[in-house]
């Protein structure tokens, strides 16, 4: 099968590789129709994720039709077709069982390996370097998933993929980033960036009862979208004092939740934009924490840091002070997709998102490098690019 | 749930954290072999530091201070550093312990224990434990360079649903010594394992030391052990992601 292989910076190529197998008894195939680019793999293009093998399949946004399944699959049928949550989860051990499913114990081969940076490991992910797993992606024309009773989302009749698709993964982390905001009638919430969590997390925090939105990027087209398909009031970036922006707007108060959806790839503007692209160029800095630290300068008092954006390793410069003074609530996490894919399937259904309206290219799996290549740069007001295998 | 024996899970001595830790720092972790050739190799740095007079003499007798510390002290601090920790003053033995929760009734996890032929479906060295008694064991194991090696050991200890402890017998290769002990996880979520795992390898702490840099760690292998086997109880499967698909196996292409 034709799949994207890792093979370095800014290096993907499509390769012809074996087919995937069943190998343990709970393991499904999936022959993917629609697969897409995220944010995070971004982080892999551009090598910040550490433990990446040439040749590590990529992808963990995918779904399609179930082609086979092993000796233990009660609930999946052959000729289903599904999305499939990007983390692995058993449905078993104590963090499944409270629906912490990006928290499995029992679906990272490489868990001892995770503990010496992380303390513990969580569950395995799809594509996303050795330290989580090596599962090979979805970026690719077949895939095996562990555990198909427990993740798989059946998709009825009358949706096409591109409404769907998103269910994998970035609809459900803008949906839970905003979820963990705990928002209460007249809040006001900050959401920064625009790219697809960000536009799906002030959907979602409308959808939750929020008073305001206000959303903070620098790419013209991204704040537009937000703008028009968000409903979101903006601030641009690299025009403004961001934090001080955001007080005006709100009578002084500061909003009362602010959603961090950028991540380890903040991009800064100012002197400290300046010293995190300096530590970074000398391998003194993992991640850029410019996003991060605004978020926690820009949160009012006694309010709710929620952040979806991934880090990976060391941040430097961090205010806690301001944190721990401010009394700020962090709430954080790769999301239960598991947990949040049913009831958003049903917000589809009745018509109250539409997660489409993100898609900016479709691309023939041959030309993710294009396409990577394309959501990298920002080019052609790229926003989210899917592959059709 | 407490007995004479057991204490608390996981500590097989009476003795607090505090005290394990400060022992961790300074105790006896090499054996008189190595503390000889600490001397010898210390004495010897030092006559050739004080007949250089420069900075590298300096070094070379700061370097040899340091050996003949160890030697007296027989802490060798690098041992240490690795994790290394020779069991009961200068005896011999190196410990691992390693602990896990397994949400299974801690009856259920002590039966698959117990029926030691289960061992090598979470432990990827073993090849085989037989037993014909029930109380006495015979263990083949993975050795490197596709060979084997095999012992017999016995069941020394036995509290049903409480611990399990085993020795081997005089005549095995690596004489070693394992204890596990089974507890209840508070709130409900299972069972809490502890296992100790007591060995002399060949070519004593040095040997080990040289092991576990270029090869796996002991305390890596009991946890991936440890997690394969809650892996088992929980979900009837173990995780893995190999003869997958990869980019280095590429159909039609040299590599």
């Given at each position: 099968m034709?799949?994207?292989c890792?093979?370095g910076i800014h290096?993907v ?9 069943i ?5 499904a195939?999936?022959?993917?129709t629609s697969?897409?680019i ?5 982080h ?6 550490p ?10 946004e995918?779904m399609?039709e ?7 699959v009660?609930?999946i049928?052959v ?9 692995i989860a058993c449905?078993q051990?104590?963090f ?5 499913f990006s928290?499995c ?5 490489h868990?001892?390996?995770v503990e010496?940076l992380?303390?513990?490991s969580p569950?395995?992910?799809?594509g996303y370097?050795?330290l989580?797993g090596g ?6 024309e077949?895939?095996?998933v ?8 059946k998709?009825?009749d009358?949706l096409?993929d591109?409404?769907?698709l998103f269910?994998?993964?970035?609809l ?5 980033a905003a979820e ?5 009638e007249?809040d006001?919430v900050?959401v920064f960036g ?7 997390a ?10 305001r939105v206000?959303?903070i990027?620098?790419?013209?087209e ?10 979101a009031?903006?601030i641009?970036a ?5 934090v001080?922006?955001?007080?005006q707007?709100?009578?002084g108060r500061?909003p009362?939740?602010v ?8 991009h800064g503007?100012?002197l400290?934009?300046l ?6 160029s000398?391998?003194l800095?993992?991640?850029r924490?410019f996003?991060l630290r ?11 840091l929620?952040i979806p954006?991934?880090y ?6 961090v205010?806690m002070?301001a944190l ?5 609530e ?6 239960h997709v598991?947990?949040?894919q049913g009831?958003l399937l049903n ?6 998102l ?7 290219h479709e691309?023939?799996?041959d030309?993710a490098?294009h ?11 790229c ?6 295998p | 749930m ?14 607090s954290?505090?005290?394990?830790s400060r022992r961790g ?10 503390r000889l050739?600490d ?5 010897g740095l030092?006559?050739?530091g004080?007949?250089?007079r420069?900075?590298?003499g300096?070094a070379?007798i ?6 003949l510390?160890?030697g ?18 200068s005896?011999?033995g190196?410990v ?14 002590y039966r698959y ?7 090598p479906?979470f ?5 085989a434990?037989t037993?014909s008694d ?7 194991a993975?050795a490197?360079?596709g060979?084997?090696?095999e012992?017999?050991a ?11 402890a085993?020795?081997s ?6 004489a070693?010594?394992?204890e596990?002990r089974f ?10 394992l502890s296992?100790?795992l007591?060995?002399?390898?060949p070519l004593?702490?040095?040997g ?6 270029f ?7 009991i946890?991936?052990?440890l997690?394969?086997l ?7 499967e173990?995780p893995?992601?190999e ?5 280095k ?7």
């Amino acid at each position: 099968m034709r799949a994207v292989c890792w093979n370095g910076i800014h290096d993907v190529r499509v390769e012809t590789v074996p087919d995937p197998k069943i190998i343990n008894p709970h393991d499904a195939i999936v022959r993917i129709t629609s697969t897409a680019i995220c944010g995070s793999d971004l982080h892999l293009y551009d090598g910040y994720i550490p433990a990446m093998l040439p040749g590590d399949i990529l992808g963990h946004e995918f779904m399609g039709e179930v082609v086979e399944v092993g000796p233990d699959v009660r609930r999946i049928k052959v000729g289903n077709r599904v999305t499939v949550p990007f983390p692995i989860a058993c449905g078993q051990c104590y963090f499944c069982q409270h629906d912490l499913f990006s928290l499995c114990d029992n679906t990272n081969p490489h868990a001892a390996q995770v503990e010496k940076l992380w303390g513990y490991s969580p569950a395995g992910i799809f594509g996303y370097s050795q330290l989580l797993g090596g599962y090979a992606g979805g970026q690719a024309e077949y895939a095996r998933v562990p555990f198909a009773d427990v993740g798989m989302q059946k998709i009825p009749d009358g949706l096409r993929d591109e409404q769907v698709l998103f269910l994998t993964d970035i609809l459900p982390t803008g949906y839970m980033a905003a979820e963990n905001c705990h928002i209460q009638e007249g809040d006001v919430v900050a959401v920064f960036g625009c790219g697809p969590v960000g536009q799906f997390a002030i959907m979602s925090a409308y959808l939750l009862g929020a008073e305001r939105v206000i959303a903070i990027d620098f790419v013209p087209e991204r704040l537009r979208l937000a703008a028009e398909k968000g409903k979101a009031e903006t601030i641009d970036a690299s025009q403004t004092d961001v934090v001080q922006q955001l007080k005006q707007m709100t009578g002084g108060r500061g909003p009362d939740a602010v959603i961090d959806a950028v991540g380890m790839e903040a991009h800064g503007f100012g002197l400290f934009g300046l010293y995190d692209r300096v530590k970074q160029s000398l391998l003194l800095e993992n991640d850029r924490a410019f996003v991060l630290r605004q978020a926690i300068l820009a949160c009012r008092k006694g309010g709710t840091l929620s952040i979806p954006g991934v880090y990976s390793e060391f941040a430097d410069k961090v205010p806690m002070g301001a944190l721990m003074n401010k009394g700020l609530e962090v709430h954080t996490g790769q999301t239960h997709v598991q947990k949040y894919q049913g009831q958003l399937l049903n917000r589809i259904q009745r018509g109250e998102l539409d997660p489409s309206v993100i898609i900016t290219h479709e691309l023939p799996l041959d030309d993710a490098p294009h396409g990577y290549d394309l959501f990298k740069q920002k080019r052609e007001d790229c926003i989210k690019v899917v592959l059709k295998p | 749930m407490t007995t004479a024996i057991t204490s608390v899970p996981g500590r097989s001595s009476q003795d607090s954290a505090a005290v394990q830790s400060r022992r961790g720092r300074t105790s006896i972790n090499s054996g008189w072999g190595e503390r000889l050739a600490d001397f010898a190799l210390g004495g010897g740095l030092i006559v050739g530091g004080l007949q250089r007079r420069s900075l590298l003499g300096g070094a070379l007798i700061l370097g040899g201070g340091w050996f003949l510390y160890a030697g007296a002290t027989g802490h060798f601090q690098p041992y240490a550093a690795l994790g290394l920790v020779r069991e009961g003053g200068s005896g011999s033995g190196l410990v691992v312990e390693r602990s896990i929760t397994i949400g299974k009734p801690r009856e259920q996890v002590y039966r698959y224990w117990r029926d030691f032929a289960h061992l090598p479906t979470f432990m990827r060295h073993l090849e085989a434990v037989t037993t014909s008694d029930g109380r006495r064991l015979h263990w083949v194991a993975k050795a490197p360079l596709g060979r084997q090696v095999e012992w017999d050991a016995e069941i020394t200890t036995e509290l049903p649903n409480e611990l399990i402890a085993w020795e081997s017998l005089p005549g095995a290769r690596v004489a070693n010594r394992g204890e596990v002990r089974f507890a209840d996880a508070p709130g409900g979520r299972g069972a809490e394992l502890s296992v100790r795992l007591t060995y002399a390898p060949p070519l004593g702490t040095a040997g080990a030391a040289v092991a576990r840099l270029f090869t796996e760690e002991p305390n890596q292998q009991i946890d991936e052990d440890l997690r394969r086997l809650k892996a088992i109880l929980e979900t009837g499967e173990t995780p893995t992601t190999e003869n997958q698909p990869h980019g280095k196996v590429v159909i039609g292409k040299e590599r």
